[in-house]
């Protein structure tokens, strides 16, 4: 891990991760990932591998469906940074996500239900 080579290089990244929260308020989550992967290539052309980058596209992952993606990048921000509290907020949330997802995948192949099936009511309960 290395520091950025100017400061103005560093304000500039950090400019544009506030525009990925931007995109996603504004429902743009496209946009949101593609400045993100844009930014963690910057990033890591430069040396640095950031937490906060990773949470970034973690939280776009997510948001775009991409489960898998989504928790590698949180748990890749919580190994870079152990008390970078919102990627641990995150990580939760994206584990349930994921869990649900697979409570709904299961229940429909075992028993052809609709989530609002009282078995998968009580999956989702546990």
């Known amino acids: 891990m290395s520091l950025f080579p100017s400061f103005a290089q560093r304000d500039a990244l ?29 990033c890591l052309s430069a040396g640095v591998d950031s937490a906060s980058v990773h949470w970034t596209l973690a939280i776009c992952f997510d948001y775009v469906g991409y489960l898998r993606e989504a928790l590698a990048r949180v748990l890749r921000a919580i190994e870079l940074d152990p008390l970078h509290n919102p990627a641990e907020h995150s ?5 349930d996500r994921a869990r649900t997802a697979a409570i709904l995948i299961r229940c429909r192949t075992r028993c052809c239900c609709r989530p609002t099936h009282q078995r998968v009511q009580n999956e989702l309960k546990r």
């Open 14 to 42: 950090l400019s544009q991760l506030r525009q990925v929260s931007t995109h996603l308020e504004k429902g743009e989550v496209g946009e949101a990932l593609e400045l993100a992967k844009t930014v963690e290539a910057e």
């Open 91 to 95: 990580l939760g949330v994206i584990v």
